[in-house]
């Protein structure tokens, strides 16, 4: 007689099998789907079938292990989970809960939430530059702005300087209204952004106010030296190779810097190379620098998100040019 090929997991009876199941069974359902088995209940067991059996178990261990830590799973959440273990990524998730980067105005405690993450705060703790590529979603400048503001709320800096080049993505806005200031900030929204979640707008304004925080466009670090701050550049993909060479050269003592970018949207001219991937190239063996690459697996966004940069990355690795 042909043996059943099933495993049997036995339920831990502390965490409520509704957190563990999702929504409508959202997340076993998931679990199913990614893994080809067939996930039953009975009483306080699951009975798993199929040939990635062993891997379902393993999946569903770690999910309980995420409620345990963190006290939730989030269908985001439990998606990661059936990502990394599936392409075999290193995970802890009670690492990732016990690393506070800092509390939000809310009192909401900020942590990275991925191994891809957690190893780009790492870096940033370690190294005085780091670079962090890799697609939208995956948290490159929020991360970067929280750890800036733990930095400065710790007395290691003096200020914040976020910076971003003038790059419109792909279409040309014209003539814009008002002083230079405001015509240069709807480049630097995003900055504020995360800078206003974080520290909450009032805050914000103040620290602006005293110097302690500076938001600006590219062009104004040229000439400058700044000793004691954090400094970020945002999209980087966007500086051209005399623009990058000029940033990363405004680096004074006791200063740390983080480069973000993305470098499958460049929006330069056409025949303009992006400094950020020379950089990748030119000082990938200088020591001191670290570079950290994420990808779709990092993305915190909506699950859409992650799965639009899949098809994207698929579709480029067969050859696909929207040009054509």
């Known amino acids: 007689m042909k043996e059943e090929k099933r495993v049997t997991l036995p339920m831990d009876e502390s965490i409520d099998s509704a957190r563990l199941f999702g929504n409508l069974d959202r997340n076993i359902k998931a679990v199913e789907k990614t893994t080809g088995t067939t996930i039953i209940q009975r009483g306080e067991n699951l009975l798993i079938q199929g040939e990635n059996r062993d891997l379902a178990a393993g999946i569903i261990t770690k999910m309980e292990d995420e409620i345990r830590a963190a006290g939730t799973l989030d269908a985001q959440k439990a998606d990661y989970i059936i990502d990394v273990m599936t392409k075999n990524i290193p995970y802890d998730e009670e690492e990732n809960v016990k690393d506070i980067i800092c509390y939000t105005h809310y009192g909401k405690p900020l942590r990275p939430k991925t191994h891809g993450q957690k190893e780009y705060v790492d ?136 480069v973000t970018g993305d470098i499958t949207q460049i929006d330069l001219p056409k025949g303009k190379g992006s400094g950020l991937l020379e950089a990748t190239r030119v000082l990938r063996n200088v020591e001191g620098i670290e570079f950290c690459y994420l990808s779709e697996v990092d993305v915190v966004r909506h699950e859409l998100v992650k799965r639009i940069i899949k098809a994207y990355n698929d579709y480029e690795k067969k050859g696909g040019d929207g040009r054509k």
């Open 123 to 258: 870096s940033i703790r370690r190294s005085n530059m780091v670079f962090g590529v890799g697609p939208a979603g995956t948290g490159k400048t929020y991360l970067a702005c929280a750890m800036a503001v733990n930095a400065l709320k710790n007395r290691e800096i003096e200020r914040i300087i976020l910076a971003r080049p003038a790059v419109e993505a792909g279409e040309s806005l014209g003539f814009l209204p008002g002083d230079l200031q405001e015509k240069v900030d709807p480049y630097l929204r995003p900055l504020y952004d995360a800078l206003y979640e974080i520290m909450g707008q009032e805050a914000s304004a103040k620290l602006k106010e005293k110097g302690a925080i500076e938001v600006v466009p590219l062009a104004y670090m040229r000439g400058r030296t700044l000793d004691n701050s954090f400094i970020i550049l945002d999209e980087a993909q966007n500086t051209t190779r005399e623009q990058m060479k000029m940033f990363l050269t405004r680096m004074g003592f006791h200063s740390k810097v983080v």
